[in-house]
């Protein structure tokens, strides 16, 4: 990457005076996978001298990390491009990337619709990230790079920029293996490609001595994770993880509820550290519904396995995504998803209406749920979780509950932060408490999207039971 990083006269070249580093800005649209990829972008970059810019007109390079699962994301991308086209007149030097999902998904189309973007790079070769760039710099052509190697996750655990110290995602599988009829990652993101176990258990104990309290663990369908040597799977992942000293919350997601099997239960209810808090997208209450969506369970056996978690792991909170409008979908499929509402009490929802994406088998099936009858029942549906949520949080009230801060408000008076059981807590008075640090708090009052309370003591992170602030 020496052709980059020019400009220097004297002193170690490798290292380039302040005013010659050059700058990447990278936009994200997507799921927390993309977020994570987004930090290696700058992790990648920041090997090869460059500063992570705040704003795309600070850049020398900006990436678009971008999302198709949807597609109004997709059109985002495109009006995005066509403002930087505008911005690349004025800035001759400045180079584009498409990355991300629309990237593998589009390929070459992205370079004919849009002049100004430099190259494409697929899911799957983020790593290729530097080469290609020097590519582009040293012989100005337009690569695309969108294969997938599957017998390897080709991952640097060093070069990920991380925007907090105290919190950090990892993938620890890649792609997907499933077929559900609507969802377009299989392509995006390719077959399933697991990380080995070993190594996962370092990067977490790394991160843990760095000062991580709270590790995510990350893939399309978790629960799926296979060690590809061994043939451990995310039970074992979490136990071994859990023994990690300093760590205090572990999560993961997605699962898929097929792969959700009573040794998983185990795993989470035995260990302290593994948060009481699971994500697990059941998308419609119809048996014939999810059977047309290829989701390979029924609506008991969803709700059988939200039983047992329930017994296993007091307490458990619960959050999910959900599709309406899916192709063939009458009013009393409907009606069967909004009583799953009642039934398996979410602590909160994503719901998104059906968007046919290109190359999956629904998108082939008469769209016959008009689009205006999809926002009516998603509207419906989010009116009635909100007085489900709204309910489940006023009857928290009086309990105790330990959050971790990850911020503050405009004022700086209150400081927000997650619970164990991943529920928003605001807290009031203790301004200026560092992201980071552990609160316990009492529930003054519950509200639709979160609860306030007030605090009963700071505790330091190393030090679970130890107050060192009395409030
Ligand atoms: N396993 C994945 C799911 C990816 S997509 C994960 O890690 O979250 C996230 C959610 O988007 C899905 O659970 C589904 O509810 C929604 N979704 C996927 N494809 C969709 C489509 N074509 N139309 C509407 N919603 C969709
Ligand atoms: Fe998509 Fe189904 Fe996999 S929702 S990510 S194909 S489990």
Redesign the pocket.
Known sequence: MAALKDGSSGGDPAIPKEKDRRTVFVETWG???NELDSRRFVGLMAREGYLEALAPDDADLVLLNTCS???RAEQKVYDYLGRIAARKRLRPGLLVGVCGCVAQQEGEEILRRSPAVDFVLGTGRIELLPSIVQRVVTEGDRPIEVGFDMDEVAYTPGAVARTVAHRASITIVEG?NKN?T????PTTRGRERNRRLAGIVDECRRLADEGVVEIEL?????NAYTDPATGEGLPALLRAISAIGGLRRLRF??S?PKNFDDDLIAAMAESEVVCPAL?L?F?SGSDRILGRMKRQYTRAEYLDLVGRLRVAIPGITLST???VGFPGETEEDFSATVSMLDEARFSSI????????PR?A?ARWEQDVPVRVAQQRLARLDDHQQELQLRMNESLVGEVLEVLVEGSDKTGQRVSGRSRFNQLVHVDGIPGTPPGTFVMAVVEKGLANSVLARPLRVGHPAEPGGPDVAS
């Open positions: 799921c927390q996978m699962v949807r597609d997907c559900c609507f969802c377009v990652v990350l893939g399309q369908t978790v997601v997605t898929h994500h997208p998308q995504d959900i599709i994503f719901c998104f209406t059906y968007s046919p994406r999956t629904a």
